[in-house]
């Protein structure tokens, strides 16, 4: 509750302007829609993303280098369970955003909303285990991490790339808790944040995969 | 007089009162910023004492330094240090003072401290990774001190880490086997620490300003630390990775920075391909904007603390607000100008020689904008203002030489000498750390509710000045005349008549180093004996100073500072018979 009305206050503080009554921490703010109200953690991730694309960024760059920089590169077929892997991703967005609107149209709804948050949080690991398979199908194969630069890259970019992953389901982990207790989307803060993560992450394994594809 | 304009309030933030939580793992900025300051206290003790011993080495190579052999019974036998150990001092001294002083101190430190306060908040935007952050710094630091004690010491390689020096493990040297794993993985631990740090830093800036605080209203300083946060975002997040990818070809058999065919002690290193180029332009794109990050900071906070002692606001306050902007986005063009002797295509040093030219323009705006506001201005001769004076000396001083460092002919002849030691520690190491002087000594009395001693504050100045310019400004000679940097010792027939020259350096490094004690002594006697210090003993406008020294808990004390100025209402009509007014200070009409 405390960080409702902080959240308020900071709300009111950003309009500004001299025309508006003071604004404490006794004044009980109007709810505001939940696609509108600004929060703080969604900041962070915006942030959060930026940083995480300069990595990704640069070891695009370091791989195109490396690639062109010797003779040694080989190219491998990419594990079959990749595309079923981007498939669930995609799909888990798209629960995702149905949990949110569920969510969003109140009380009634709550609980169809919780079961679509609680089917997203499950394809995330489903996708991590996916990515498990596939390391394991390639080691069938003997290749490892330093066989060769392309299974180098491929492992470094397919874990960093789940170690983040993880970062999500753990936050929507967390977030499920949140609205468990409070029994309200419009009481819970961080649900725009962890779903902004969240699609990014699926656009980023998107990347990743095409650029896997045409490299490996 | 200069009171905070507030609103009621219904309850206040409640401060921790255990030990642990107040002083050890606390969410209070303040005290984070004060942890971070004491840790670079610590380590700029230490990277000092490392380059007396590397200058006593360098001056009197067969001096016996009593104990050093405790230290490393290999790396000095009898306390004369083997060439190699003194490659592993030169490491730690590096490493310590780039990451742990030069962007902790001016950056995480006064930061943390500062930039809430400033911008009328109660704290960071998520407290939590602050403290995260600076337990995460410190952990780097346990890590990085370890390599002192492991088998064969630190690593060789520099703070630079070249490869494959630094990717191929114990054949290849002393160091490079454990202390080079430590190296590369305390310096990934301090990527994230500073990713933390930096994300909380921009999000606090953009959602946590007080009403009125408008963009352009903020300080410079506020404004530096956010140019800084940016930088230091997207720099950190490629020397991450590039630290994995190190780890990875040391301890996984990788090929990323491991050329073919490498012959190491003997022995062919099963290594295939890979780039040690590729590892410099990784580094370099972040250590080239780590620069910045290293001297942005202090050049805001100079351009904060040198008006309220001229008495009389900066010339163009967009146009340095702009330089700053300007460098941050220049800063990630020209990191090739480090590696023009790499073996880099020369037509590359030519294209990065052109944005490094480019990023002077800024530099040298600022330059002007600090000196002309000097112009007819009544100054104040307090400490801090002697140390923004300092600065911009020392500023021009190691910039003009970055002139002639930014073109590939030039540089080629200067590169491996010590003309660029000299410049980067002119213009990095002691332009920034003028600048955390500046801010010690500016913002001592509301840290700690203390005036420290101006006295020793002016030794102190005086002393450092000059030392520092006895120390560096031979070097630009040395390298003039082709003296070769990285080496232990100068035996070689050309380099014999320069030993009283070095000589000539380490005695002034030392009394340099040692003028630091007086600063250390006045930050303790301060702390404890030091007169009691106003709410705004220097009469400036910025919101730190319309709270308490030093602030309680929630910075403002439950109230909500409202800005109606920007901070450089300086030499203006103020209240009671006044100069300046604070950027709280509610307009006449009201």
């Not at chain 2, 180029?277 to 040198?306: C, D, K, M, N, R």
Request: aromatic share 14%.
């Amino acid at each position: 509750m405390g960080v409702d009305v902080q959240d308020a206050i900071h709300a009111g503080q950003k309009l500004g302007g001299s025309g508006l009554p003071p604004v404490t921490r006794n004044t009980r703010l109007p709810k505001v829609a939940l696609s509108e109200r600004p929060e703080r953690s969604e900041t962070g991730v915006w942030i959060g993303i930026f940083a995480i694309v300069m990595t990704f960024a640069a070891l695009t760059s370091a791989m195109i280098v490396r690639e062109g920089v010797a003779l040694d590169w080989q190219h491998f077929q990419l594990p079959k369970i990749l595309y079923l892997d981007t498939v669930i991703l995609f799909f888990s967005s798209w629960t995702l955003e149905t949990a949110l609107s569920k969510l969003k149209e109140g009380e009634n709804r709550f609980s169809a909303g919780m079961t679509w948050l609680a089917v997203t949080l499950a394809l995330g690991g489903m996708f991590v285990i996916g990515q498990v398979v596939a390391w394991r199908v390639l080691a069938g194969q003997g290749l490892f991490l330093a066989t060769n630069p392309s299974s180098s890259f491929f492992y470094v970019f397919t874990a960093a790339h789940a170690l983040h992953l993880v970062g999500g389901i753990l936050g929507l982990g967390y977030l499920i808790y949140k609205l468990n207790r409070t029994r309200s989307a419009a009481r819970t803060t961080g649900i725009r944040a962890t779903s902004l993560y969240w699609h990014f992450m699926d656009g980023l394994w998107v990347y990743l995969f095409v650029l896997l594809l045409a490299r490996m | 007089m200069h009171e905070v304009s507030t609103h009621p309030v219904a309850h206040q933030h409640t401060a921790p009162t255990g030990f642990i939580r107040k002083y050890v793992f606390s969410l209070d900025h303040k005290v984070i910023g004060k942890q971070y300051y004491g840790l670079a206290l610590v380590s700029v003790f230490i990277g000092m004492v490392l380059s007396w011993l590397l200058r006593i080495h360098l001056a009197y190579p067969d001096y016996h330094i009593p104990f050093l052999s405790k230290l490393s019974a290999v790396g000095a036998p009898g306390g004369v240090m083997t060439p190699e150990y003194y490659l592993s001092l030169l490491t730690m001294h590096g490493t310590l003072m780039v990451f742990f002083v030069l962007t902790n101190a001016p950056f995480a430190a006064f930061g943390n401290y500062f930039l809430p306060i400033q911008i009328g908040a109660e704290d960071m935007a998520f407290p939590r990774f602050n403290m995260m952050s600076f337990w995460t710094t410190f952990a780097a630091f346990v890590v990085m001190m370890a390599s002192f004690f492991v088998a064969d010491g630190p690593p060789i390689s520099g703070w630079t880490a070249y490869a494959p020096l630094s990717a191929v493990g114990r054949d290849a040297g002393p160091g490079l086997a454990l202390g080079q794993d430590l190296w590369a993985i305390s310096i990934a631990i301090f990527c994230i620490a500073s990713l933390l740090g930096a994300l909380n830093f921009i999000a606090t800036t953009l959602d946590l300003r007080a009403r009125g605080m408008s963009l352009l209203r903020m300080p410079y300083s506020t404004w530096a630390w956010f140019v800084t946060s940016v930088i230091a975002l997207l720099a950190f997040a490629v020397l991450l990775p590039a630290c994995v990818l190190l780890i990875l070809d040391r301890v996984a058999g990788t090929s990323f920075f491991i050329p073919a065919g490498l012959v190491l002690s003997d022995k062919l290193q099963p290594h295939s391909g890979g780039s040690p180029l590729l590892w410099q332009h990784l580094f370099w794109f972040f250590g080239h904007p780590e620069v910045y990050i290293a001297i942005l900071p202090s050049i805001g906070i100079i351009a904060t603390i040198l008006p309220v002692f001229t008495r009389r606001p900066l010339l163009g306050p967009k146009a340095l607000i702009g330089s700053m902007v300007a460098i941050g986005f220049l800063s990630y063009m020209v990191w090739g100008h480090h590696m023009f002797v790499s073996g880099m295509n020369p037509f590359s040093a030519n294209i990065f020689s052109v944005p490094t030219l480019i990023i002077t323009i800024p530099a040298t705006i600022m330059t002007l904008l600090l000196t002309a506001s000097l112009y007819g201005a009544k100054m104040r001769f307090d400490t801090p203002a002697l140390f923004c004076l300092g600065f911009i000396s020392v500023f021009i001083s190691g910039g003009i030489s970055g002139f002639y460092l930014a073109q590939p002919s030039l540089d080629t002849y200067l590169h491996a000498t010590y003309f660029v030691v000299a410049h980067f520690h002119f213009v990095m190491a002691v332009a920034s750390l003028f600048g955390v002087f500046a801010g010690t000594y500016f913002w001592f009395p509301k840290m700690f509710g203390r005036m420290m001693s101006e006295s020793l504050g002016k030794w102190h100045f005086w002393l450092t000045f000059l030392g520092v310019y006895c120390v560096f400004m031979p070097m630009h000679y040395l390298g003039l005349v082709g003296n070769v940097r990285r080496y232990s010792a100068f035996v070689d027939d050309y380099l014999a008549p320069l030993i009283p020259v070095h000589r000539f350096i380490t005695i002034a490094a030392l009394l340099t180093g040692a003028a630091q004690l007086i600063f250390l002594w006045n930050l303790i006697w301060s702390r404890f004996r030091g007169p009691v210090a106003s709410e705004n003993p220097w009469e400036a406008t910025s919101l730190e100073w319309a709270t308490t020294s030093p602030p309680p808990f929630d910075n403002f004390g439950g109230k909500h500072p409202v800005v109606y100025h920007g901070p450089n209402e300086l030499g203006v009509d103020g209240p009671d018979g006044t100069d300046f007014l604070m950027q709280t200070a509610a307009p006449k009409s009201s």
